[in-house]
């Protein structure tokens, strides 16, 4: 299959099954070496660019955060050519200012999942990517500037929580989560954003504001009912903030993310195994010959 038939890709989150104003639209399916994707991919134009869309959880929502097939929703828009990732996530918030309806583009990130494939390598190749900054800067500051025009309510940089699910936060937690000095929580971001670092993909996310997690006491806590329907509410200007982001990314790519690769790589070559070397070549290929 052509590996340029799309340079930005959509990863929707609830709620976000489809983007208004796609044209020349078809559905795709790409075998990786991690399995399937999510769901089939939905190829075609937004604003003259070619976009791939990807509904995270599958159509109707059907995944945990737990058994996302990220390696193969990574590797599947890498091999069609994508170099940017605009993810759409719900999020909890554990500031009072950061209500329910508004938006944050992080810039920060804090493991604490478990029980997720969140690399592509191993299998006798070992490599230590730059993830200081774990969200494309360049791309990060598209969004925001694109949520600002759309009208939204958006609060720029803040640091993310990331949890396993798929149970929301005990008030304990909810609690630490907030004295760290975090401003959001979700499920989703990782190990999205790690796998994009390592397959060189701009990447960065759409923080929707749905609820205060389960910290504030005078709160009632966070139900599925309500998180949707604030959802639903941010649907429609994510979907804005898209359409503006993708008519603003530049050609040419100045951050560090085309090149995470060059010098992660601490395995001598000639001690990979040719399978791995196979199965990695769209991520490795061009430093491991």
């Excluded at 993830?131 to 939204?152: K, R």
């Excluded at 790690?194 to 009632?220: F, H, M, Q």
């Amino acid at each position: 299959m052509p590996n340029n038939r799309a340079k930005i890709g959509v990863i929707g989150g609830s709620g976000l099954y489809e983007i208004a104003g796609m044209t020349d639209i078809e559905e795709v399916n790409i075998a990786t070496p991690f399995g399937k994707t999510s769901d089939a991919i939905t190829l075609g134009k937004l604003e003259g660019v070619g976009v791939a869309f990807l509904p995270r959880h599958g159509k109707g929502h059907r995944i945990t955060p737990t058994e996302l097939p990220s390696r193969a929703n990574i590797y599947a828009l890498k091999e069609l050519g994508v170099e940017y990732i605009i993810a759409v996530n719900s999020a909890g918030s554990f500031k009072k200012e950061l209500r329910p309806g508004h938006l944050l583009i992080p810039h920060q990130l804090i493991d604490r999942t478990r029980n997720r494939a969140n690399t592509f390598f191993g299998e006798g190749v070992v490599a230590h990517v730059s993830f200081a900054e774990p969200f494309c800067p360049i791309l990060s500051h598209v969004l925001y500037e694109s949520a600002v025009e759309a009208g939204a309510i958006v609060h720029k940089k803040g640091t993310m929580v990331v949890m396993e699910g798929p149970a929301f936060s005990t008030r304990a937690e909810s609690q630490l989560y907030k004295a760290w000095g975090a401003d959001i929580i979700g499920m989703t971001a990782l190990p999205e954003a790690k796998l994009a670092r390592e397959a060189e993909i701009c990447y960065a996310i759409i923080g929707c504001v749905t609820d205060y997690d389960s910290w504030w006491e005078l709160e009632e806590p966070v139900t599925v009912d309500v998180i949707l329907d604030i959802m639903r509410k941010n649907i429609d200007v994510s979907k804005k903030i898209i359409k503006l982001a993708v008519s603003r990314i530049s050609g040419k790519r100045d951050c560090a993310c085309p090149n995470a690769v060059e010098n992660a790589i601490i395995t001598a070559p000639e001690t990979i195994p040719a399978e791995t070397k196979k199965k990695l070549n769209l991520i490795i290929g061009k430093y491991v010959k």
